[in-house]
């Protein structure tokens, strides 16, 4: 008797699936450290910041610091603000 290969199909993916909920990643995500650049920021409490870098780490800015290096977006044709 033969066996549908959407049996076998089937099959694989469950145990693979089940050997995954057991077996969780253990290594934690690293906060990536993103630095963009700003000719215009709106900061959302009224205040307009020129010539600025934004440091975000992970999904959080954490700074504001136009001395912040190295770029990785330079956004400085742009005006940035919240949301």
């Not at 008797?1 to 995954?20: D, H």
């Not at 630095?35 to 020129?50: C, E, N």
């Amino acid at each position: 008797m033969r066996v549908p290969s959407i049996i076998i199909c089937f099959s694989i993916f469950t145990v693979i699936c089940a050997a995954a909920e057991n077996n969780p990643p253990t290594v934690s995500p690293q906060k990536k450290r993103i630095v963009i650049a700003a000719k215009t920021l709106f900061d959302g409490r009224g205040k307009v910041l020129r010539d600025t870098h934004i440091v975000v780490e992970g999904s959080k800015i954490v700074a504001l610091d136009p001395k912040a290096m190295p770029v990785d977006y330079d956004l400085r044709n742009f005006t940035v603000m919240p949301g």
